[in-house]
């Protein structure tokens, strides 16, 4: 899997973080998404699925 994220559309909701902490972050000054991995281990897939299809501005990318 990997995972890329358009942070010039990120609405700084944080659905993402919330569904998938040990993938994406937010960046302190404004809450933009971080990708903290672009290729997450197996056991994240669902969670990161999940943070994509939660992300209100579509911002997250997923490839399998």
Do not use: W
Request: proline share 5%; charged share 30%.
């Amino acid at each position: 899997m990997k995972v890329a994220v358009e942070q010039d559309k990120c609405v700084a909701a944080g659905n993402c973080v919330s569904a998938a902490m040990d993938v994406f972050d937010q960046r302190d000054e404004d809450g933009i998404v971080v990708l903290l991995t672009d290729n997450p281990p197996d056991e994240l897939a669902e969670e990161v699925r999940t943070a994509a299809a939660v992300c209100p501005a579509l911002a997250i990318h997923i490839k399998d």
